[in-house]
């Protein structure tokens, strides 16, 4: 898994690629939290090129979402396609997350 993390305007935008198991989320968590230090508190994780995501990968991206409520801070996720989504769906988290098609759809909304 490779993960790369810029900011763009106020957000932190953590883009992913690749699977994101047991062995790889803590990566993906190391990065949310980095993100939640800076003082805007808005991070967005891009799942363009995520081809798997197992459990561990969705209670990083549900702490994700937690830390934003807790801090007052926004958390969205983009790019959620295919396998993912379905993942997604049978964990019944698709109306959990604020999910955007891609980042300029999340940038006008965060």
């Not at 062995?23 to 808005?42: D, H, N, Q, V």
Request: charged share 25%; aromatic share 6%.
């Amino acid at each position: 898994m490779e993960i790369t993390t810029r900011t763009h305007k106020d957000v932190t935008v953590i883009e992913v690629e690749g699977d994101v198991d047991l062995s790889t989320s803590p990566r993906m968590r190391a990065a949310i939290l980095e993100g939640f230090k800076r003082k805007e508190g808005r991070v967005l994780v891009d799942l363009t090129y995520v081809r798997h995501i197992d459990s561990s990968g969705l209670a990083t991206l549900v702490e994700g979402l937690q830390l934003a409520n807790r801090g007052g801070g926004r958390f969205a996720i983009c790019g959620v396609e295919n396998t993912v989504r379905d993942v997604f769906a049978i964990a019944h988290l698709g109306d959990v997350f604020d999910i955007y098609q891609d980042q300029n759809q999340a940038f006008s909304s965060l």
